[in-house]
């Protein structure tokens, strides 16, 4: 089984930038993707970025291509979320999961807690 946990949110102004981490344990050679998805105040959760675990190719959704970067350091078992220019509509938790690719929340699995991203005007 692998268990993954977000950290790194936080407060930030409009235009700031955050580094989010995605800590993954256990069996982690079964990691296929690794996902990005978030959860605004009273809104569904969708589809950030996701990357390829053994090879590091990048994904992402229109809204945050061009700020957000993906990456996967494997030595570490660690998974980041480079935000930069940050947005008030970002707000929301960040959460990360595995599953086979894709944008649908229903192919991921194991989600871990999440982590708060909070943007200020």
């Known amino acids: 089984q692998v268990q993954l946990v977000e950290s790194g949110g936080g407060f930030v102004q409009a235009g700031g930038s955050l580094r989010l981490s995605c800590a993954a344990s256990?069996?982690?050679?079964?990691?296929?993707?690794l996902g990005w998805f978030r959860q605004g105040p009273g809104k569904e959760r969708e589809f950030v970025a996701n990357v390829n675990w053994r090879y590091g190719a990048p994904y992402y959704a229109d809204s945050v291509k061009g700020r957000f970067t993906i990456s996967r350091d494997n030595a570490k078992d660690t998974v980041y979320l480079q935000m930069n220019s940050l947005k008030p509509e970002d707000t929301a938790v960040y959460y990360c999961?595995?599953?086979?690719?894709?944008?649908?929340?229903?192919?991921?699995?194991?989600w871990g807690p999440g982590t708060q991203v909070t943007v200020s005007a």
């Open positions: 256990g069996q982690t050679l079964n990691i296929y993707y």
């Open positions: 999961a595995r599953g086979p690719g894709g944008t649908r929340e229903s192919h991921y699995a194991g």
